[in-house]
């Protein structure tokens, strides 16, 4: 079936723009997570949103960063006024949690967001 | 949260097996094992879970001891393409609530 989709794939923007990122979960799936990966490292946590409730957005670096989940699916992550320090990989993830198994995420491809 | 410690890196060769182990001495009484691949250019994949003994599918073993402080990802037999980022990853993900990455293992497998 399918599986996560982030578009797009790849952004290039200027210091200062603002960028949104897109995330298509797996159909179903009650929770969705949103990672960053600099070059080379691991992946930091950013905010999670899991069904109706409040997401927990205390992984985001700063308040530039807000995301939004509409309807329990796609989901929006938005950085204003983008810095050089932005740049990264920005991965999506969804799972059934909270539906009674430990179900693993699934992540999608990625956002590889170069700010110039 | 049970934060996770791995070694950076490992370097085996074709054929051999290879063991990398992950420690969580803060793993919670639900926190599940969780074992991820990532390849260049690629999110990462989910290879096994365990939450304790030995758990076995077609690509790996997961053992976890009786403490349940650290889990052992096996792999039988590496190739050339199991050249990938590796993260063990601990968590109660029935419950929700955020998941928190180490760094992971860098294996390179040459031939």
């Known amino acids: 079936g399918a599986g996560v989709s982030q578009s797009p794939s790849n952004k290039v923007t200027e210091k200062g723009k603002d960028v949104e990122l897109r995330c298509d979960p797996i159909?179903?799936?009650?929770?969705l997570y949103w990672y960053r990966q600099s070059l080379g490292q691991g992946l930091e946590f950013l905010i999670y949103f899991q069904g109706n409730s409040a997401p927990d957005k205390s992984g985001l670096p700063s308040d530039r960063f807000s995301a939004e989940r509409t309807g329990g699916s796609v989901s929006t992550l938005t950085i204003q006024r983008t810095q050089q320090e932005d740049s990264a990989v920005y991965l999506c993830?969804?799972?059934?949690?909270?539906?009674?198994?430990?179900?693993?995420?699934?992540f999608g491809n990625g956002t590889r967001l170069t700010v110039t | 949260l049970a934060k996770t410690t791995q070694p950076i890196s490992m370097d085996s060769y074709e054929g051999q097996e290879v063991n990398i182990t992950c420690s969580h001495n803060?793993?919670?009484?639900?926190?599940?094992i969780t074992w991820y691949q990532q390849f260049p250019s690629q999110g990462p994949r989910f290879i096994i879970q365990g939450y304790k003994t030995k758990v076995t599918n077609e690509v790996a073993s997961l053992f976890i001891p009786a403490d349940r402080k650290s889990s052992t990802l096996s792999l039988p037999r590496v190739s050339l393409s199991d050249t990938a980022v590796y993260y063990c990853l601990v968590g109660d993900n029935n419950q929700g609530g955020k998941l928190i990455f180490g760094q992971g293992t860098e294996l390179s497998v040459k031939p």
């Open positions: 159909s179903g799936h009650t929770a």
């Open positions: 993830a969804s799972s059934l949690a909270g539906a009674g198994s430990n179900s693993p995420l699934h």
């Open positions: 803060n793993i919670a009484t639900n926190d599940y």
